[in-house]
């Protein structure tokens, strides 16, 4: 594997060459993969308005990078390795050969039902392989994949299929998770019942084989749309910046917005980073417990481990079930070499006792990693010392949806680690830190917002039907960046540390929520006439929502209300977005321009009274000392 770096100097003079010579040097990268043509231009870009293009006039098609590329040289060997919910449900193997043929069969049957290339289709779906096939089926024929996280609501799911107008939603019967079996169908069915008009077809793929609703127009059965199709399917032939995916992500304003990612890009810095974050080595297991439904299961699940035709595990279930040793039970059975989670996952199994941790061999872990939220040293420390035994380099993965893939990270087993760094940025990647004037942060020491100077090959090209807003979120803050929305710290030598978000974005177990569409669910309640929410430091989840709730009448019993407003962020956004504490106020602190001043709640959320900082130019500064007053007494 050339594309692999080796050693800390052979990384620091790749970096170097990234930024003198980035064409040269993600030429040469490309060249590795197969193209029907060539490119023309390896990279034109402006981030004004912004216009990016990577290896335009090239073309490719991915899916044939992931799978026919491989036929010759390891048709054999595992591709997908699925580890069930249950312990004592049945592992499947999936070797690239097969999953050749099973992508290709599930590429005829969306052709068969009318899906051509350029159209969107919806998944809604657990975490089997059949995920993994459709959305690399889509690819096939040139379709939009558009992955909704099977825990979202049937309005978010409406929401999200109706915004890019998909054409198909496939989705499972039942999802089990844990001790439990969701209905997921039904969700779809709600969708649907909401009003989804562009939705023609839902194809539905068995997975539990529970009872359910069957709608004769549209839904049809996933064994039977394959049933008779053929095992080969021509790859499309895609223009390099034709589009990959669409991918939903929350920002501080607005509804969630559709990131849409392109192919060739896309495809050169998903296989590029996870070779060279994770070093993998021919054979070896990987394991990503990341759901395909966010960004990290589409580029370290699907898209970049089978490109560098790698093993990867695709795990149904969760940590906590059958108990909290189950990660480290499935390291034990599948000998996995390289693992992949959540800082939430690592606190919660790290606060359920080390006993959990204990009987199991790990000796096959090599290499630990973490994605989605800032590590806290305690974690980092337990994870090295109980998991990785010290032998094993845990590489802190600092990126975003917008991203791609991994930007700032360490390399595993060739660059410096540090506790709660992100370290280094990979090769191609140009960050700088900037202050709210928008001046670059120069030397070492430093702390500011975090931006990125120049086009990586997997940037954000724009946001699906609207491309103002991908100018105005992420290239208008400052001038010719990339505005990531993460603050950070740059020590001594040059290591990035990422503090967290400095806009209206709460990281809540590693998912992103906007606080603007939780404080639009919270006001559907009768009773409430305004709210607001702020996330605040939690112990497992990194951090939690705080809602601050007011309303046009006594609310009666407290714990009543609380369940209602509860239920209807779950029934309007999901279950992640529930808010753990809930406080009534008679009004919230605003600016005499009526804007509300979230530094105070977001203080007061955090239990730190007594620095409120100059609350004297408040339009109502007698309404924080009953917020104060009246935040001793909310429970979480
Ligand atoms: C936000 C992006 C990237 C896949 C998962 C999340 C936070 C992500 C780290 C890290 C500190 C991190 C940032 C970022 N984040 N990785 N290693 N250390 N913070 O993707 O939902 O698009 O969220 O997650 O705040 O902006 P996402």
Redesign the pocket.
């Known amino acids: 594997m050339a594309l692999q770096l080796k050693t800390f100097d052979e990384y620091k003079t790749a970096y170097q060459r990234s930024v003198e010579d980035p064409e040269g040097f993600w030429a040469d990268i490309a060249s590795t993969f197969h193209w029907d043509k060539k490119w023309d231009k390896v990279l034109e870009w402006e981030f004004k308005t912004p216009d990016v293009k990577w290896f335009s006039g090239g073309q490719t098609n991915i899916t044939y990078n992931c799978l026919d590329r491989h036929l010759a040289t390891r048709g054999d060997q595992t591709a997908i390795l699925f580890e069930p919910n249950d312990t004592e449900g049945e592992v499947r193997k999936l070797t690239y050969r097969e999953l050749y043929h099973e992508v290709c069969r599930t590429a005829n049957a969306l052709k068969s039902m009318g899906v051509e290339k350029g159209d969107r289709v919806c998944f809604y779906m657990p975490m089997v392989p059949e995920l993994a096939i459709g959305v690399l089926a889509c690819a096939r024929i040139g379709a939009v994949h558009s992955v909704v996280f099977a825990g979202f609501s049937a309005s978010s799911l409406a929401d999200r299929i109706n915004d890019s107008a998909c054409k198909v939603v496939i989705c499972s019967d039942f999802n089990r998770r844990g001790a439990k079996n969701i209905p997921v169908k039904k969700v779809v069915d709600e969708a649907l019942a909401l009003g989804c008009p562009s939705i023609e077809k839902v194809l539905v793929h068995r997975n539990t084989g529970d009872p359910l609703n069957w709608n004769k127009e549209k839904d049809v059965w996933w064994h039977e749309a394959l049933y008779d199709q053929a095992t080969t399917c021509e790859p499309a032939v895609m223009d390099a910046e034709d589009m990959l995916f669409i991918l939903y992500?929350s920002g501080s304003t607005g509804k969630p917005k559709g990131v849409v990612h392109t192919v060739g890009g896309y495809m050169v810095f998903a296989m590029y980073s996870f070779l060279n974050v994770f070093q993998y080595k021919e054979g070896e297991i990987y394991w990503c417990t990341a759901d395909v439904g966010?960004?990290?299961g589409h580029s370290y699940i699907v898209y970049g481990p089978l490109l560098a035709g790698a093993t990867s595990l695709m795990f149904e279930g969760v940590p906590t079930y059958p108990d909290a040793g189950r990660f480290w039970q499935v390291c034990e059975k599948h000998k996995v070499n390289i693992f992949y989670t959540a800082p939430t996952a690592i606190r919660a199994l790290m606060a359920a006792g080390d006993r959990w941790t204990e009987g199991y061999d790990l000796s096959s872990l090599r290499v630990l990693g973490?994605?989605?939220?800032?590590?806290n040293a305690e974690a980092w420390h337990w994870y090295n010392e109980k998991i990785g035994k010290k032998k094993c380099p845990i590489v802190?993965?600092?990126?975003?949806?917008?991203t791609g893939g991994i930007l700032i990270s360490p390399l595993a087993g060739l660059t410096p680690l540090k506790p709660t760094y992100?370290t280094l940025p990979l090769p191609g990647v140009q960050p700088c830190l900037v202050d709210a004037d928008g001046h670059e942060l120069e030397g070492d020491g430093v702390e500011g917002m975090l931006c990125i100077k120049f086009p990586w090959p997997s940037i954000i090209r724009t946001t699906y039907g609207d491309h103002e807003r991908c100018r105005q979120t992420y290239f208008s803050t400052f001038k010719n960046m990339y505005f990531?929305?993460?603050g950070a710290r740059r020590d001594e030598s040059g290591m990035y540390r990422?503090i967290?978000?400095v806009d209206d974005v709460i990281?809540v177990s590693?998912?992103?929520i906007g606080t603007a569409e939780v404080e639009n669910a919270i006001n559907e309640h009768e009773a409430v006439v305004e709210s607001a929410v702020v996330g605040y430091p939690h112990d497992i989840k990194g951090q939690g929502i705080y809602a601050y709730v007011i309303t046009d009448r006594p609310v009666g019993d407290l714990v009543v209300f609380e369940k209602e407003l509860r239920n209807t962020v779950t029934r309007i956004i999901g279950p992640i977005a529930k808010p753990d504490v809930i406080q009534v106020v008679t009004g919230l602190p605003k600016t005499r321009s009526g804007k509300i001043m979230r530094r105070i709640l977001r203080k007061v959320a955090a239990g730190d009274t007594e620095n409120l900082g100059d609350t004297s130019t408040l339009l109502n500064p007698e309404v924080v000392d009953e917020i104060k007053e009246g935040a001793k007494g909310v429970v979480a």
């Open positions: 992500t966010w960004i990290t973490t994605v989605g939220e800032p590590i802190d993965t600092w990126w975003q949806t917008e992100a990531t929305g993460d990422i967290g978000r990281n590693g998912h992103r």
